[in-house]
């Protein structure tokens, strides 16, 4: 996480020119009696991002985020609904677009071996080097993917569209199995 948690406003209250500003007033030691209260809001405000981040949250936390973007939990555990939640946020803000379809590839098998061949009409064939895919794996890359484009997985390099072909139509039923 790259923001920078400030443990001491007091520090903001030493600038000389400040200091100098106000030296023959009360003002200086009505600023340094907020920072007490300043150090505490911060506290809480750096703990709030903490829980709600999706790496640190837990149990009640990943159940509120789970709900704020559309996934239940069903009884999975905190490290399969991590998971699942980073998945659904990428299937929430895929476009479609080619790059949008890698990034989801890069984060559901963790690898940069991904082979992305457009197949004409209307169909695009995936190939991620060492990687066996399963029908779970079909359900949410169709997610990813525009309305009406075919889904080819393979598990050797895609030259032809004769390999596995998961459709549009096929997606309901392979979602009711998934699901239920």
Excluded at 44 to 49: A, C, I, N, Q, R
Aim: proline fraction near 3%.
């Amino acid at each position: 996480m790259s923001i920078e948690k400030i443990n001491d406003y007091s520090q903001f209250n030493t600038n000389p020119w400040l200091i100098e500003f106000f030296k023959d007033s009360n003002i200086h030691d009505i600023l340094k009696t907020y920072d007490r209260q300043y150090n505490d809001l911060e506290n809480v405000l750096y703990d709030m991002l903490l829980k709600l981040w999706i790496d640190n949250a837990e149990g009640n936390q990943l159940d509120i985020l789970g709900i704020h973007i559309g996934l239940n939990r069903n009884g999975k555990n905190d490290i399969d609904y991590k998971y699942l939640i980073k998945m659904k946020i990428e299937i929430n803000t895929s476009s479609g677009q080619p790059e949008k379809v890698i990034s989801a590839l890069r984060f559901l098998y963790d690898t940069n071996n991904i082979e992305f061949v457009p197949q004409y009409p209307a169909k695009i064939g995936i190939y991620v080097v060492g990687q066996t895919y399963t029908l779970e794996d079909a359900i949410l890359l169709l997610q990813i993917l525009p309305s009406g484009v075919g889904l080819i997985l393979s598990e050797e390099y895609v030259t032809e569209a004769d390999e596995f072909l998961v459709t549009e139509n096929d997606i309901q039923l392979l979602t009711e199995i998934f699901y239920t």
